[in-house]
């Protein structure tokens, strides 16, 4: 057992040449528990329950050397669940879900993370998710980096407004894009986010509009 100056208790559990090795428990200097579980080495690693100043649960997983990584879940300080799933050296990485201080999911799906100076940063990549805080969808496809890209579906509310390619976040390829009432309103390219290439607008009643090439937007035909 280990104490802080002021008597309470800074490590209570199993060592193994002077650090801590086994099950475990670390302390704040307040008296409240900091870290329960496996220890490695005198670091965290194997599975085990990181908590704040507060007694609330931070992370909950499995660790190595000291950070998350494998299969873990972090929380906010109010105890509402921040991120489940895939982490990496201490960052998420892999296939996971965040979600907003309120409960609500965020996004689920794919996540790059990296640990950058004193910091750590992780972008969406692969496929996925992405909810706005009042539980609604506004995305469903792959992302590169961070980015819309590749395939994927944009909604507004419950209604579907764009299916089909994207490029940095801006429709781009081929797709098709839709009215808040769901109606057809254009099949054809994109580019950079504008109907651009070979396409067709539709009315309201679905009947053709107008058919042919299209600029930035615009239609090319007589």
Known sequence: TLYFANGEFEYKGQWRKGVPQGQGMSYFANGKPKYKGQWRKGVRDGQGTFFFNNGQFEYTGQWRKGVPHGEGTSYFANGQLRYKGQWTKGVRNGQGTSFFDNGKVEYTGGFRGQQKYFGAWYLKHGWGALY????????????????????????????????????????????ESYGADGELLYVGEWKRGREDGDGTSYDQSGQPLYEGQWKQGEYQGV
């Open 132 to 175: 706005n805080q009042a539980g609604q969808l506004l995305y469903d496809g792959q992302w590169v980096q961070g980015d819309r890209a590749g395939l994927g579906a944009s909604f507004q509310g419950t209604t579907l407004q764009y299916i089909g390619e994207w490029k940095r976040n801006k429709r781009h390829g081929y797709g």
